[in-house]
C-alpha cells in the first residue's frame, strides 16, 4: 500500500481516528477482517512484518508513532543492514531517519554481495505487537522501487508463534528470520490465538498473487479448544487444499505443531493425531510443491522455549529459522 510517497508494507487496509488518534494499521483487508475470530480479528492490528519503506530524498524524515497499550520497539533498516533501534510508547514519538555515515560503503558491500535490499531503501520495522498508530510522516520521500526489495517473496501464515509471540525485536521473529535466511520479502500472517483456519482466510490467501512460497503453521491454535479431530481434519483438508489448488506453481510447506507443553503428557493422545491429520492431508493431495514439515525437528533443543513452554524464547525463534530455511533451499 502506497500512502503520502511511502510503502506501508505488509498493510492492507487503514483506519482512520480523530487527528490525535492517527491511523491505525490493518494486515488484511477490513472486509476479511469481519469474518475473523476474536483473536484474528484483534491481532490484525498488530503490526508484524509490516514496515514503512521510503527512499530518503532530502536530509531527513520524521516519522511519528504510538502504540495501543504499551512500549515496543522499532527498528530503523538501510536495506540489510540494521541502523538503529526505538522504543515507542502510548505517547507520540518521533524517529528522526537520516543517511546513515558509511552510506557509501554500505552500497559498495550490497552490490558486491548482492544482499536483497538496496541500502538505500529506509525500512522501519514496526512491532510484533501490540498495534501501532501512524501519527505522521514528514520528509521529501518516495516509495520503493521494485529492484530496491527482493524478488521473491514469503508469506507465512500461523499463530502467536508465526506473529512473533515473546520476541524482543521485530526481526527477530522466526518468519522474519526465515525470510532474511532466504532473502526474501515477508508477508506475515500470523495472528495470536487465532490461526484458526478459517475458510475465509484460506480463500484470502488462494487469491492473492504476491507472494511465491508459503509456510503454513497449522494446529497449535485448536488443539487445546473444544474441536473434534474430524472437524480439525476438515479445516485443515480445505485449507491446504484451497491454497495449494489455487497455486500449484509455488512450494508450499505445511509446518505440524512445534514442540510445545502438550507432548510432555502421555495419556493426551491429541497433540500426536493433530501433527498425524496435518501429515496425512499433504501426503494425500499427493502435489509435487505441497511439503510436510515436522515442526518438532525444527525446534530440536526444548530449552528454546519460554517458561509457558509454548512460544519459543529468542534462542527458540533463531533455531525455528535456522532448520526451517535448510529444509525450505532444498526445494526452492
Known sequence: MIYKNVELHNIEALIEGSSEEGLQLCRVPLDLRQHLNENAFARSLFTTGSEIRFNLQGDQAVITLATEDQPAIVEIYNGSFMASWH???????????????????????????????????????????????LLGIEGDLTPPRREQTPAQRYLAYGSSITQGGNSIRPSGTYAMRTAQYLGADLIN?????????????????????????????????????????????????????TISSAHPD?????????????????????????????????????????????????????????????HPATQGMEQIAYHLSEVMKRHL
Not at 105 to 127: H, K
Not at 269 to 275: G, L, Q, T, V
Open 87 to 133: 522504543v515507542v510508547t502510548t505517547e507520540p514519538t518521533s524517529i528522526v531517519v537520516a543517511p546513515p555515515e558509511q552510506i557509501a560503503s554500505l552500497r559498495t558491500i550490497a552490490a558486491q554481495r548482492e544482499l536483497a535490499f538496496d541500502p538505500d531503501l529506509y525500512r522501519v520495522m514496526l512491532p510484533w505487537k501490540p498495534a501501532i498508530r
Open 250 to 310: 509455488k512450494w508450499i510447506f505445511c509446518i505440524d505443531m512445534f514442540p510445545f507443553r502438550g507432548d510432555f503428557e502421555p495419556a493426551n493422545p491429541r497433540p500426536r493425531n493433530f501433527r498425524r491429520i496435518v501429515r496425512d492431508a499433504v501426503e494425500g493431495f499427493n502435489r509435487p510443491k505441497l511439503i510436510h514439515i515436522d515442526g518438532q525437528l525444527m525446534l530440536p533443543a526444548i530449552d528454546g522455549l519460554t517458561a509457558d513452554a509454548l
Open 189 to 241: 500472517l500470523g495472528f495470536g490465538g487465532g490461526a484458526h483456519l478459517e475458510s475465509e482466510v484460506a480463500d484470502y490467501i488462494a487469491g492473492r498473487n504476491d507472494w511465491g512460497f508459503a509456510t503454513l503453521e497449522l494446529g497449535i491454535n485448536l488443539v487445546n479448544r473444544d474441536l473434534r479431530e474430524d472437524e480439525f481434519a476438515a479445516r485443515v483438508d480445505y485449507f491446504i487444499n
